[in-house]
């Protein structure tokens, strides 16, 4: 009997201390580690690429990460980047392997669903690039053409809605998708003009149709669930404050974004 009892009251303090247990906040976790984890695109120039002389990351969103890293730990090198693409990057949050992601990636009410946005840092829109030479001059015109699109981007999806006799091949990155249409695999690529102007300006021959079909609010992606407020927090007040006092109108004229 007097086990029982023993067993009875031990488990009781086991409960109580594992209800105690605070859970660690997303803020306070980067803090730990004393390293910013950020999932960043590697092949959309100018947001998100790979400088082939150096090796390394450069690019819009990588500036931002490194503010991101300076405001929380005091040094823009406290930082590991992680490649993610349309099609991981929601993953790439939800499991916690990186702390944020920052890849010209758009708010939509479906990735809500899964993960946190911070405010908008830039607003892009959907166009599409041809060859200089083609007969298509409108979004009208892809109907019955093959485009280009990643898969798991906005791109896609609005595609699909807007134009539904639009023929669709998916790749899952831009750097593909990109060599596909040099290939003559199809008749347009779509997505965000910003990133469409990047590619512009490594490859003559292509143009970017003048209509955009979508608006394309770029923010940062962090984890929905526990205690992310403080982070959230922190990452607004940063966008805001780069906005206030001119370096995010820098960081475009840097990236030639303006
Ligand atoms: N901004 C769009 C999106 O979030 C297209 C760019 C991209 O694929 O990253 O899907």
């Given at each position: 009997m007097k086990k029982i009892i023993c067993l009875f009251i031990l488990s009781l303090i086991l409960l109580t201390s594992c209800s105690k247990k605070e859970v660690i906040s997303s803020y306070d976790k980067i803090i730990e580690r004393d390293v910013l984890i950020v999932g960043v695109k590697t092949?959309?120039?100018?947001?998100?690429?790979?400088?082939?002389?150096?090796?390394q990351n450069e690019g819009f969103d990588i500036d931002i990460a490194k503010s991101a890293a300076l405001e929380i730990l005091?040094?823009?090198?406290?930082i590991q980047f992680v490649p993610v693409n349309p099609n991981t990057r929601i993953e790439a949050v939800t499991s916690g392997e990186v702390d944020m992601v920052i890849a010209t990636m758009s708010i939509t009410p479906q990735r809500e669903y899964f993960v946190d946005f911070s405010q908008p840092y830039y607003i892009a829109g959907q166009s599409a690039i041809v060859k200089?030479?083609?007969?298509?001059?409108?979004?009208?015109?892809?109907?019955h053409k093959t485009t280009i699109v990643v898969l798991g981007s906005t791109a896609e999806e609005n595609l699909r809605r807007i134009i539904p006799t639009a023929k669709i091949i998916g790749y899952t990155n831009y750097k593909d998708a990109f060599q596909a249409l040099k290939e003559g695999k199809a008749d347009a690529l779509s997505t965000d003009n910003a990133i469409l102007t990047g590619f512009i300006l490594d490859n003559k021959g292509y143009r970017i149709l003048k209509n955009k079909i979508s608006r394309e609010p770029y923010a940062i992606a962090i984890k929905r669930?526990?205690?992310n407020e403080k982070l959230k927090k922190t990452l607004d007040m940063l966008i805001t404050r780069m906005n206030r006092d001119g370096s995010m109108t820098d960081l475009k004229k840097k990236w030639h974004l303006i």
């Open positions: 092949d959309s120039k100018p947001f998100g690429f790979i400088n082939p002389k150096t090796g005091g040094n823009e090198r406290k200089k030479d083609s007969s298509i001059n409108t979004f009208a015109d892809l109907k669930d526990d205690n």
